[in-house]
């Protein structure tokens, strides 16, 4: 029996854009991490370029503008690499609301993917877990075109 659809409880609420990434770093936009219990974020290597690598890590901030940036701790992804055969893989890291500096009033989380050496085949998605308010599709990032329900 259907009770509630995914969409209700999880949400698109950050993207790096699936491309041929040439070497810098990429970010989503920041995220209030108050409108969700958990977030989870999905790096995704496609076929990396020579001696290609891939670090990710989560960064948060005292507000949506990014103000005083910092890592959230022990949240960097082991570096994916071409030498190491990890083109086509994935790595998550998970964030709870207390992973934050929530003493200095860190609020805002977002992904940085870094890409290294040569243009990969690489994205990313965050994905917000039970929101605190109404169902999670109402906060879907903006390049969410269609959620289809069977």
Not at 10 to 35: E, H, L, Q, S
Not at 98 to 108: K, M, N, Q, R, S
Request: glycine share 10%; net charge negative.
């Amino acid at each position: 029996m259907k009770t509630l659809n995914p969409s209700q409880v999880a949400g698109v609420v950050g993207v790096i854009d699936p491309d041929a990434n040439a070497a810098a770093t990429y970010t989503t936009g920041w995220i209030a991490i108050g409108d969700w219990r958990s977030l989870m974020a999905i790096v995704m290597a496609g076929s990396l370029g020579t001696s290609a690598t891939i670090d990710a890590k989560l960064e948060q901030a005292q507000d949506a503008t990014g103000t005083g940036v910092k890592d959230v701790p022990n949240s960097a992804i082991t570096q994916l690499t071409q030498a190491g055969t990890d083109s086509d893989k994935q790595a998550i890291i998970e964030c709870w609301g207390e992973d934050l500096d929530l003493v200095e009033g860190f609020t805002h989380v977002r992904l940085s993917m870094t890409v290294a050496a040569a243009t990969s085949d690489c994205g990313a998605i965050v994905l917000g877990f039970d929101p605190r308010y109404g169902p999670a599709s109402e906060r879907d990032a903006a390049t969410v075109a269609e959620i289809v329900t069977v």
